[in-house]
């Protein structure tokens, strides 16, 4: 099942399902912050640079626990501030599109994920993702699972 809060990325994904033949997948219209799902429904969830995109991230974290079912799990890619950004930099539309405006420092990030009920394991961090994308600023991409 794919979420998007786009209709035009729905029909996309569902046009995308037909062509390559994936008969067993669905897609919803909603947004990450309101998950479109029963409570405990789900087994995995999959995210690539989508939670920094959304303003509530509390919400997420608590909306994702709140779908998963009693031994699911979570995966996540997401760019992770190691300092603070400068507020013009927070406000930077480029900076924003490319998930790094609205991220949330490291520990921030960890600790609202557990506060809604995760654990977590870090997978990866790729300091280098810094200079290849931002320009050397305080940020890396964190990959990670989390569990119920």
């Given at each position: 099942?794919?979420?998007?809060?786009?209709?035009?990325?729905?029909?996309?994904?569902?046009?995308?399902?037909?062509?390559?033949?994936?008969?067993?997948?669905?897609?919803?219209?909603?947004?990450?912050?309101?998950?479109?799902?029963?409570?405990?429904?789900?087994?995995?969830?999959?995210?690539?640079?989508?939670?920094?995109?959304?303003?509530?991230?509390?919400?997420?974290?608590?909306?994702?626990?709140?779908?998963?079912?009693?031994?699911?799990?979570?995966?996540?890619?997401?760019?992770v501030l190691l300092a603070e950004l400068p507020e013009?930099?927070?406000?930077?539309?480029?900076?924003?599109?490319?998930?790094?405006?609205?991220?949330?420092?490291?520990?921030?990030?960890?600790?609202?994920?557990?506060?809604?009920?995760?654990?977590?394991?870090?997978?990866?961090?790729?300091?280098?993702?810094?200079?290849?994308?931002?320009?050397?600023?305080?940020?890396?991409?964190?990959?990670?699972?989390?569990?119920?």
């Amino acid at each position: 099942m794919g979420v998007d809060m786009t209709q035009a990325m729905i029909e996309k994904a569902q046009a995308n399902a037909l062509k390559y033949g994936y008969p067993n997948v669905e897609f919803r219209l909603g947004d990450i912050e309101a998950l479109p799902v029963e409570s405990n429904s789900i087994d995995v969830i999959i995210s690539n640079c989508v939670i920094n995109l959304a303003l509530d991230k509390e919400k997420v974290f608590k909306e994702a626990f709140r779908v998963l079912k009693p031994e699911g799990e979570m995966y996540i890619s997401d760019i992770v501030l190691l300092a603070e950004l400068p507020e013009d930099l927070k406000n930077d539309k480029d900076l924003l599109t490319s998930c790094l405006a609205g991220a949330l420092l490291k520990e921030e990030y960890l600790r609202l994920l557990n506060e809604a009920g995760f654990s977590a394991e870090i997978l990866n961090e790729d300091l280098d993702i810094s200079k290849r994308q931002y320009g050397g600023l305080p940020a890396e991409s964190l990959k990670l699972k989390a569990w119920k």
